[in-house]
């Protein structure tokens, strides 16, 4: 009987030792050795986690991860595994101020990435990266149901009375700011070009289209979400979204008003998580983003290339705005948030 106990432990000690040894690495960039097939030598693995908003998940997740981790392979012999997680920007941006171990973000606001800095996370400046650290582009657009039964064919008739309007939540989502400056940059935009410059009709505008919104939801996936679930009449998103839910076969219309804004996705290495360990690893990753592949991968997903090359040969698939508009329109992202975010839509939710 003591012979089969002691059998018995022998086994399990084993066992013990097998599991603990096949553990893997710890998170925040740890490294750790897997075996390959040449000759049985370890190869030295290592780990970042990244933070992307959700709109990106599909081509951050199939194209651009997988690519990376081989170039890296490629390069420099050595095994990257890259954590990524999805949310609206402003969500991750407090995950990261409240210490979630990230080592880059790529933010759907230059505002969050001021104020990743402002906490102390981003010391490097993201303007040092190509095109100014600004990854990608799309535009602000109206997804409706096919057929557009409501006749919804700009922002204006948003404001049509039983029209309901969806959009994400500005406190959370960067998706959501997009949408409400777009609709009260282009009341600006289009009294401009009528002779002047109306903040009240801009201001009119917005308070109506924020009184047919019937729901705010956390991202601009959740949103989406929500829309596709059949809440709601028009969906205010990105351009990006609305072509990547055309492609998976979603019968919805897209509505382009004449004049609305531009977006842009900036990177940002969150320095304070990053050692010297995985800093190769982050910057590596981060000049790969701004790469032809990378950039032709984003394409694919509906979004604008910096590069006008790329940008070109896909040129069928954007569409074609009158009276386009970016950030600096509205006074770039800091004034913008406290202006128009801050203060003006906050207006219209009283």
Request: glycine share 8%.
């Amino acid at each position: 009987m003591k012979k089969r106990i002691i059998a018995l432990a022998a086994i399990l000690a084993l066992l013990v030792t097998t599991i603990v040894s096949g553990c893997g690495t710890g998170q925040n960039g740890t490294t750790g050795q897997t075996q390959n097939n040449n000759g049985g030598k370890p190869v030295k693995t290592i780990e970042i986690a990244i933070a992307s908003c959700c709109v990106t998940e599909d081509v951050t997740t199939k194209e651009i991860i997988p690519a990376f981790e081989k170039y890296y392979k490629d390069k420099f012999g050595e095994e990257v595994d890259i954590r990524p997680t999805f949310a609206g920007s402003g969500t991750l941006t407090n995950q990261i101020i409240g210490n979630t171990p990230i080592q880059l973000a790529v933010l759907s606001n230059e505002a969050y990435a001021l104020k990743l800095k402002e906490k102390g996370f981003a010391q490097s400046d993201w303007k040092d990266l190509p095109n100014k650290g600004v990854v990608a582009k799309s535009a602000m657009v109206i997804l409706v149901r096919e057929g557009n039964p409501k006749g919804i064919k700009s922002f204006e008739d948003l404001t049509k009375p039983g029209i309901k309007v969806i959009h994400a939540n500005p406190a959370t989502s960067g998706g959501a700011a997009w949408s409400i400056y777009s609709v009260y940059g282009s009341a600006l935009k289009k009294t401009e070009a009528g002779g002047k410059k109306d903040e009240q009709a801009a201001f009119d505008l917005l308070k109506k289209v924020e009184t047919n919104v019937i729901s705010m939801p956390e991202s601009s996936k959740q949103a989406g979400a929500q829309f596709a679930a059949g809440q709601g009449d028009a969906l205010i998103t990105y351009e990006q979204e609305a072509l990547l839910e055309l492609d998976k076969g979603k019968k919805y219309d897209v509505v382009v008003p004449d004049s609305t804004i531009l977006t842009d996705w900036t990177v940002v290495k969150i320095d304070k998580n990053i050692s010297e360990d995985n800093k190769q690893v982050v910057d590596e990753f981060a000049n790969f983003l701004f790469t032809d592949e990378a950039q032709k991968a984003y394409a694919e997903y509906g979004f604008r290339s910096y590069k006008d090359e790329i940008t070109e040969q896909l040129s069928d698939k954007y569409a074609k705005i009158t009276l386009p508009f970016d950030l600096s329109y509205l006074g770039g992202p800091i004034e913008a948030k406290k202006n128009i975010i801050e203060d003006i839509w906050r207006k219209t939710q009283q």
